[in-house]
């Protein structure tokens, strides 16, 4: 029986983990952890009997241990709790479901102690992944991508060399404002921005997609994942979210992995690589598809990509402030703080009056992230 522990399991990705443990039988869930949603974690702590369960915040990880006091479980609380989890010996693999910045370092400590990594926090990689990758590698370990876009690129390299690669076809929906001029999204409101066309995804990672720093979160990370030079990794907008990736090759094949917007299958597939299982759920009908379409991305309007293509090109510390100032920017944007567009103003300033660090220590990348904080709590 395989072991898992889930970082950031009361989230979407986490809550979607546990369906597909629930659904298989055949996985143990050794640790789970949350931020702060303990109602929910109870819940999960009663179904799933891990052993230890984490929660970032210690008064919450308190409260939690007076919920499960009737149970056999241990738990932990704090930076020190996530780590714990994640080197747990009994656990094969870390899922990292977690959101932020503040999921590097329990994987760089869970690459260390040897575990596979089911990576779902795209920030390891784009403000680490010149330090994540080559340590995988030294430590023997899979990185193993449960983004619905790169496990497609993933799967579409199945069995193809590596140097036969000539561009990454990575796709995006384009969101729920896929179209608008700048002029419409002046007061567009958190509400219409959670409406995404295709994905049930949480708040955070909804907001990026409308904005598109997702898809240049995801570009960074792609970089990082394939070892491919930003210049050959092209966005295509596909608005129905049939085709999740491709990879175009040398010869001028190009190889897509194609499916219903459903990301238990991307979650599933690393949990169990090489093996395909049986997954429930809704097919692909081609005969009522018809077609599918592609649009070139609009970089005019929704400046979360080519912004991503900047921090990208100028490299060391400076996809740290891209991701940095945008996660302090959406969080403003959820509270109503700030319109949408000033998400864009915030994440320009920050890199404009950033000094690049060449090859960031984690130490200079977590500095980096607090110095971008403090820039924008003292001009907003």
Same mark, same amino acid.
């Given at each position: 029986?395989?072991?898992?522990?889930?970082?950031?399991?009361?989230?979407?990705? $986490?809550?979607?983990? %546990?369906?597909?443990?629930?659904?298989?039988?055949?996985?143990?869930?050794?640790?789970?952890?949350?931020?702060?949603?303990?109602? %929910?974690?109870?819940?999960?702590?009663?179904?799933?009997?891990?052993?230890?369960?984490?929660?970032?915040?210690?008064?919450?990880?308190?409260?939690?241990?007076?919920?499960?006091?009737?149970?056999?479980?241990?738990?932990?609380?704090?930076?020190?709790?996530?780590?714990?989890? +994640?080197? %747990?010996?009994?656990?094969?693999? *870390?899922?990292?479901?977690?959101? $932020?910045?503040?999921?590097?370092?329990?994987?760089?400590?869970?690459?260390?102690?040897?575990?596979?990594?089911?990576?779902?926090?795209?920030?390891?990689?784009?403000?680490?992944?010149?330090?994540?990758?080559?340590?995988?590698?030294?430590?023997?370990?899979?990185?193993?991508?449960?983004?619905?876009?790169?496990?497609?690129?993933?799967?579409?390299?199945?069995?193809?060399?590596?140097?036969?690669?000539?561009?990454?076809?990575?796709?995006?929906?384009? $969101?729920?404002?896929?179209?608008?001029?700048?002029?419409?999204?002046?007061?567009?409101?958190? /509400?219409?921005?959670?409406?995404?066309?295709?994905?049930?995804?949480?708040?955070?990672?909804?907001?990026? +997609?409308?904005?598109?720093?997702?898809?240049?979160?995801?570009?960074?990370?792609?970089?990082? *994942?394939?070892?491919?030079?930003?210049?050959?990794?092209?966005?295509?907008?596909?608005?129905?979210?049939?085709?999740?990736?491709?990879? /175009?090759?040398?010869? $001028?094949?190009?190889?897509?992995?194609?499916?219903?917007?459903?990301?238990?299958?991307?979650?599933?597939?690393?949990?169990?690589?090489?093996?395909?299982?049986?997954?429930?759920?809704?097919?692909?009908?081609?005969?009522?598809?018809?077609?599918?379409?592609?649009?070139?991305?609009?970089?005019?309007?929704?400046?979360?990509?080519?912004?991503?293509?900047?921090? *990208?090109?100028?490299?060391?510390?400076?996809?740290?402030?891209?991701?940095?100032?945008?996660?302090?920017?959406?969080?403003?944007?959820?509270?109503?703080?700030?319109?949408?567009?000033?998400?864009?103003?915030?994440? +320009?300033?920050?890199?404009?009056?950033?000094?690049?660090? /060449?090859?960031?220590?984690?130490? /200079?990348?977590?500095?980096?992230?607090?110095?971008?904080?403090?820039?924008?709590?003292?001009?907003?």
């Amino acid at each position: 029986m395989k072991k898992i522990a889930i970082l950031g399991s009361t989230g979407s990705i $986490g809550t979607q983990t %546990l369906e597909v443990v629930e659904t298989n039988g055949d996985i143990q869930v050794v640790a789970l952890s949350a931020r702060r949603n303990i109602k %929910l974690l109870e819940q999960q702590i009663r179904a799933f009997h891990p052993q230890v369960a984490a929660v970032y915040e210690e008064k919450a990880a308190w409260e939690l241990k007076e919920a499960v006091r009737d149970l056999d479980i241990r738990i932990v609380s704090g930076m020190d709790g996530l780590i714990e989890i +994640s080197t %747990l010996p009994e656990a094969e693999i *870390l899922v990292t479901a977690i959101v $932020g910045m503040i999921g590097i370092r329990p994987t760089v400590e869970a690459i260390n102690a040897g575990k596979d990594i089911a990576l779902a926090n795209k920030e390891t990689l784009v403000t680490a992944g010149h330090l994540i990758m080559p340590l995988a590698k030294e430590r023997g370990v899979r990185i193993l991508p449960v983004d619905s876009e790169h496990s497609a690129i993933f799967q579409s390299m199945n069995g193809e060399p590596r140097g036969g690669v000539e561009k990454i076809l990575l796709t995006a929906s384009g $969101g729920p404002f896929r179209g608008k001029k700048r002029e419409e999204l002046m007061d567009v409101t958190v /509400e219409d921005a959670l409406k995404h066309p295709n994905w049930s995804m949480g708040q955070k990672i909804t907001i990026d +997609s409308a904005t598109m720093v997702n898809k240049g979160l995801e570009v960074i990370e792609a970089k990082w *994942l394939f070892g491919v030079d930003p210049s050959n990794i092209q966005v295509v907008i596909q608005p129905k979210s049939i085709i999740h990736s491709m990879v /175009e090759y040398k010869d $001028g094949a190009v190889i897509a992995q194609l499916g219903t917007p459903d990301m238990k299958l991307p979650i599933q597939y690393a949990l169990y690589y090489p093996e395909r299982r049986y997954l429930p759920g809704e097919r692909l009908d081609f005969w009522s598809l018809r077609e599918i379409t592609f649009e070139k991305p609009d970089m005019e309007n929704f400046l979360g990509l080519p912004l991503a293509y900047q921090a *990208l090109r100028a490299g060391g510390s400076m996809p740290t402030v891209f991701n940095a100032a945008n996660e302090r920017a959406v969080s403003r944007f959820l509270q109503k703080k700030i319109k949408f567009l000033d998400i864009y103003e915030m994440i +320009s300033d920050c890199m404009e009056h950033h000094k690049v660090v /060449e090859n960031p220590s984690l130490e /200079e990348i977590l500095l980096t992230e607090q110095a971008t904080y403090e820039r924008i709590e003292s001009r907003w």
